[in-house]
């Protein structure tokens, strides 16, 4: 079972190599613990996040924030079809439990169509740029329209590897600052094409759908990410708040996206479409 954590700030604590995970949390209105007390006691019980900090935090705010530190030693953890089947069926019984309380959970909600390119038109025109676009616009001219009837439920939105932690017996998902409502689709395929290799897919997707009751449309989730990465401008849109080499490390790893799953998008789609179709 995934546990969710609290933002990936890491302190080293002490000669044993544990970390302290802090954030500066809002007492009011928080979305983060909005969506992590979706897990109930699990959450308290394993981070007792009732235990609060004051410190380091601006003068005058003592009373609007809460500092928050736990231990936690992350072990290293591998990508394959064991791991792999865990976090699936983490991945849907967190979103079973978000489908089910989403009136609860006050985040914001993505509207986006995915119906055309036009958010390219306002990136600035670099040669860098242009050659995304130019790339983009080959792939989403072949594709069918994103199913607008693919489900939307409170999301984590950046479940990848690297926010998976590990402790020798508990996976912990941490880094909820992208929470939003979105389609359900795009974060399961997000997680795919980061972990890559037949087996590691199936088993992923296997112990997915053996529990998820989410209404997700399998037979069309890979066409419908490939129009996602054509008509989003990511990183484009957050270049100015990024130096060059985290620009250009977002890019090449969102290019290398693109690429695989254009190149693999048959032997994905075998792996994820449900067997009567």
């Not at 389609?183 to 529990?211: H, P, Q, W």
Request: hydrophobic residues 35%.
């Amino acid at each position: 079972m995934i546990t969710a954590n609290i933002n990936k700030t890491y302190f080293k604590l002490d000669e044993n190599g544990h970390e302290a995970f802090c954030k500066l949390v809002p007492k009011l209105n928080s979305t983060i613990f909005d969506f992590q007390n979706l897990l109930g006691d699990s959450i308290t019980g394993k981070f007792n996040i009732n235990k609060y900090l004051y410190t380091n935090v601006k003068p005058g705010f003592e009373n609007s924030f809460e500092l928050v530190f736990e231990k936690i030693e992350n072990k290293q953890w591998d990508i394959n079809p064991n791991s792999m089947h865990i976090i699936g069926k983490s991945m849907s019984i967190l979103h079973g439990a978000a489908n089910v309380n989403r009136n609860e959970i006050h985040i914001p909600i993505k509207n986006e169509k995915y119906d055309s390119m036009e958010k390219w038109d306002v990136m600035p025109n670099t040669t860098q740029s242009q050659r995304a676009y130019k790339r983009r616009r080959e792939i989403f001219r072949q594709l069918e329209s994103f199913n607008l009837s693919q489900p939307k439920i409170p999301l984590h939105r950046d479940f990848k590897p690297h926010n998976i932690l590990f402790d020798g017996n508990s996976f912990h998902l941490i880094d909820f600052d992208f929470a939003a409502v979105d389609y359900t689709c795009l974060e399961i395929m997000a997680f795919i094409v980061d972990i890559r290799g037949e087996d590691n897919i199936k088993a992923f997707i296997d112990a997915y759908k053996s529990i998820s009751n989410n209404g997700v449309n399998f037979n069309t989730m890979v066409n419908d990410y490939l129009v996602y990465l054509c008509t989003n401008t990511f990183p484009f849109y957050m270049k100015d708040s990024l130096d060059n080499t985290g620009f250009m490390n977002l890019l090449n790893h969102r290019n290398s996206v693109l690429e695989y799953l254009w190149n693999n998008k048959d032997m994905i789609n075998k792996l994820v479409k449900d067997e009567n179709n």
